[in-house]
């Protein structure tokens, strides 16, 4: 969160406050490759689309609540209330298993720190997009001309200033100057996840969103506890064991890779153990007994320890 955004809560007028949200189906159990879907939802009045961080947010009715924590252990369920006059979103959710599983991140911002804008073509846009190997017509939002999967290869995206604006669109651009504009000014973003469509009638359709580790069936945390074990592929990520670096030593002391040591005309060692912990200089019976032990003899101090179990776990609180 932003210091300015912090001295407007507490300041006296802060301004009028503006929810814009991005709706991801990308991550829902029946994935979707288009654009990322922005809306805000038409209140204070403003009723014409919106740009926000070069990204550009539709007027969509679109009721939002249920997102304040009570303080009281319950993690909050929002509802996304959404118009389906048309029963066009009848189709879309449809299509894509309810839209279960997507992913919606809620933004909000003062309304002075949104962005200048051209109106060119019939629509307020931040920026120009170019070289998207997919063709014209381009992104016209700075996240989707900067994302590969959205229109072939990743663009260039350009903001607007008064001069490019004016030029564009056969010199057609209006500019929309925003004296205040800011885009490090933002309120932190919220994440949460379509769970269930709670409603669906020929007006509109409610959804149930949750936090991420609150979808069911998630268990937390998403491994079995036990407390001598560890889980991790030795010497993979997030064991990390590296027989060519942190894990041996070189005659001269200066060097602490196998690389940079034999360079040097040093003689590396790397450091091998067996099954039961003792130390050995053989590189095939190298194995990792997987206990704490086994992760210490490895990594011993200053180093952290990688260990994947849960040693508190053995220890009786009572």
Not at 115 to 140: H, R
Not at 281 to 304: G, H, I, M, V, Y
């Amino acid at each position: 969160m932003a210091d300015k955004i912090i001295s407007d809560v507490n300041g006296l007028e802060p301004g009028e406050l503006i929810d814009l949200f991005e709706l991801d189906m990308s991550t829902g159990t029946a994935a979707s490759t288009v654009s990322i879907f922005r809306w805000h939802s038409g209140y204070n009045e403003n009723l014409q689309e919106i740009i926000w961080q070069g990204n550009r947010y539709s007027a969509f009715p679109i009721k939002a609540d249920g997102f304040e924590w009570s303080g009281k252990g319950s993690i909050p369920r929002p509802n996304l209330t959404v118009a389906n006059i048309t029963s066009l979103l009848s189709g879309v959710i449809n299509s894509y298993d309810d839209l279960v599983g997507s992913k919606v991140t809620r933004k909000r911002t003062f309304a002075k720190y949104l962005d200048a804008y051209c109106y060119t073509g019939g629509y307020p846009v931040g920026g120009a997009c170019a070289g998207e190997s997919g063709g014209t017509p381009y992104s016209l939002s700075k996240a989707d001309c900067l994302d590969a999967t959205k229109n072939g290869s990743a663009g260039t995206w350009t903001v607007y200033n008064s001069t490019t604006c004016a030029a564009s669109n056969s010199s057609t651009g209006i500019w929309y100057a925003s004296a205040l504009a800011d885009d490090d000014a933002y309120f932190t973003d919220e994440i949460w996840y379509i769970d269930r469509k709670s409603l669906e009638t020929r007006t509109h359709i409610q959804f149930e969103l949750t936090a991420a580790h609150d979808v069911q069936g998630v268990k937390l945390p998403a491994r079995v506890v036990t407390a001598n074990l560890c889980p991790w592929t030795y010497k993979g990520v997030e064991c990390g064991y590296d027989t060519t670096g942190s894990g041996g030593s070189c005659t001269n002391t200066a060097y602490t890779t196998q690389s940079t040591c034999e360079a040097a005309g040093g003689t590396w060692t790397p450091r091998y153990f067996k099954i039961d912990n003792t130390s050995t200089s053989t590189a095939s019976e190298d194995k990792c007994a997987k206990n704490f032990r086994a992760c210490e003899l490895r990594f011993p101090e200053p180093q952290e320890l990688p260990f994947g179990g849960f040693p508190g776990a053995g220890m009786n609180m009572g």
